[in-house]
């Protein structure tokens, strides 16, 4: 049987971009492993999944993404951004305008999904890209949008069989069509490290401030496209905090319960390259060789998270928490990830063991190794208060996530939740004491 530190060492070199500079060492012990990651890292073609046909890290986003439009043979894009984008694509010779100029702007640029995905926001946009007759989405931004993309193209499937407007229910109903009809082809320009572009599952937060949204293969993002310079002058909290989404999707991976040993070695690749890298940045954040290592290690662990083993329990958790407490996934993760890993670190230890070696310290616990990382980043929140989260408010959490949701973390975490007790003593653990 291969050892998976030998797994681990074919993922590492396999990402690595093959240039006269690229350096890669793979010794027997993964407490060792070291990979010179100064060149630039593509993404393993293997793990480019079904329905995605590329993925560009570190190409120019507009002419790349001409290139694919125009290979995908798409006439009328209707094109979807968070406000913070707006600078890189509007404006003479950018991308909202050459689209105009060449008649291939199928409405004005849309700007109406914020952070999380908010329902109003995102049903006005699949109303606009409806009466666009609109045959491609192009989404800018971060991980909201580009869920608001595939969830666009699920209501524009029922184009001709429907003239309502836009529901949440219609959308996810648009989801259990049988057989599905093709979907307009979506070209993803993610500015931040969430990943949601490389899944076939997208998320919205309710007017009643829950998560909800619809997953089905046919969604999966047909080309992505991450070009660095679309995260110049990002605000820390988001740059890094996207970032550490991909430790959260890693770590989450290799400990889940049905996970195998492929998956493991994907997720552990791309922790080891996002470790890394995310030192890199905290040194020099605007990087652009971090930046797009970053995004190929953050792409790895994803990968494995959703190769059979989606969600993970730190994923659900974290998700319902920022839904309901309205917090930047970033910063669930900066609070909750090391407290998850060490509720169920008793059996989890030689897991959580490859973890530690995968992030060069094998002798260290893995959660103690997640908070000093998170405690380094900037604007990062590591605690409830940060985030005005107050005590009472996460004992009414507690309870309303085991009343709801106990089987399913249940079925998630390698230690149960016996009570609304266990999931407060977790969430509230100090740090010190990990």
Not at 157 to 183: F, R, Y
Not at 192 to 211: D, P, R
Not at 226 to 246: H, M
Not at 371 to 394: C, F, I, N, W, Y
Request: charged letters at 20%; aromatic letters at 6%; hydrophobic letters at 40%.
């Amino acid at each position: 049987m291969t050892s998976w530190p030998m797994i681990l060492g074919s993922f590492l070199a396999r990402a690595l971009t093959i240039q006269p500079t690229a350096s890669l060492r793979v010794p027997r012990s993964i407490s060792s492993t070291s990979l010179k990651m100064e060149s630039r890292m593509s993404v393993p073609t293997e793990q480019i999944p079904p329905g995605m046909k590329a993925v560009h890290v570190g190409a120019p986003f507009l002419s790349q993404t001409f290139e694919e439009l125009s290979a995908l043979g798409c006439e009328r894009a209707f094109v979807l951004a968070n406000n913070s984008s707006r600078k890189f694509i509007e404006g003479d010779g950018k991308l909202v305008d050459a689209l105009k100029e060449k008649g291939m702007l199928a409405a004005p640029l849309c700007t109406s999904v914020g952070m999380g995905g908010g329902e109003a926001g995102l049903l006005k946009a699949a109303d606009e890209a409806y009466d666009a007759d609109t045959d491609a989405v192009v989404t800018v931004g971060g991980g909201a949008v580009q869920d608001a993309g595939k969830l666009i193209r699920l209501w524009l499937s029922t184009k001709g069989d429907n003239e309502a407007k836009a529901t949440v229910q219609g959308i996810q109903a648009a989801s259990n069509q049988d057989p599905m009809p093709t979907l307009v082809p979506q070209i993803c320009l993610p500015n931040s490290f969430a990943m949601a572009e490389a899944t076939h599952v997208a998320g919205l937060t309710t007017t009643a401030n829950t998560k909800s949204g619809a997953a089905h293969p046919s969604i999966m993002p047909t080309v992505i496209i991450y070009d660095p310079a679309l995260s110049e002058g990002l605000p820390d909290w988001v740059r890094f905090g996207t970032a550490l989404r991909g430790v959260e999707h890693a770590v989450g991976a290799v400990t889940h319960p049905k996970a195998d040993e492929d998956i493991r070695g994907r997720a552990l690749a791309g922790l080891s390259i996002i470790k890394e890298n995310l030192n890199k940045l905290i040194s020099d954040p605007d990087c652009p060789t971090a930046m797009c290592n970053c995004y190929v290690g953050g792409f790895m662990a994803i990968r494995a998270l959703n190769t059979g083993c989606y969600p993970a329990l730190g994923h659900l958790v974290q998700n319902q928490y920022s839904a309901r407490f309205n917090v930047h996934q970033g910063s669930c993760s900066g609070i909750l990830c090391a407290r998850i890993m060490d509720h169920h670190h008793e059996k989890s230890h030689e897991l959580q063991k490859r973890i530690s070696e995968a992030m060069g310290s094998g002798e260290t616990p893995a959660p103690q190794l997640v908070r000093d990382l998170v405690a380094k980043l900037p604007l990062v929140s590591t605690e409830h208060e940060q985030v005005g989260v107050t005590d009472d408010m996460l004992k009414e959490f507690a309870k309303w996530a085991f009343d709801g949701s106990a089987a399913r973390y249940n079925n998630l975490s390698p230690k149960e939740f016996g009570s609304p007790e266990d999931i407060y003593a977790m969430m509230t653990k100090p740090l010190a004491d990990l």
